[in-house]
């Protein structure tokens, strides 16, 4: 099973920055892909940004040019650099990691911007 622990959410006022890790333990197999997708109030969970094992990333066009996702494969852990934060960025940001055989959840940490 594997185990993923989040940290670096937090209040920060807009134009600010946060810095998301997520690291990743007790997998068997190799991790392919690690991403953040978040969740604000009463609307559904949407992707933020996606890296492959081989560093090719995607990201939402919502937060393109200002998030940045980043990964060290020798420590399992997948960053999320996010810049000029907006209010509407306000949410719980969960990683996401998937082997070829499952895909895992984080806790989910809260980002909240104020305006």
């Known amino acids: 099973q594997v185990q993923l622990v989040e940290s670096g959410g937090g209040l920060v006022q807009a134009g600010g920055s946060l810095r998301l890790s997520c690291a990743a333990s007790g997998n068997r197999f190799r991790i392919n892909v690690m991403g953040w997708y978040r969740q604000a109030p009463g609307k559904q969970r949407e992707l933020v940004a996606v890296i492959v094992s081989g560093g090719s990333t995607n990201y939402a066009d919502s937060v393109k040019g200002r998030f940045t996702i980043s990964r060290d494969n020798a420590k399992n852990t997948v960053y999320l650099q996010m810049n000029s934060l907006k209010p509407e960025d306000t949410a719980v940001y969960y990683c996401?990691?998937?082997?070829?055989?499952?895909?895992?959840w984080g806790q989910g940490t809260q980002v909240t911007v104020s305006s």
């Open positions: 996401n990691v998937a082997t070829a055989f499952a895909a895992y």
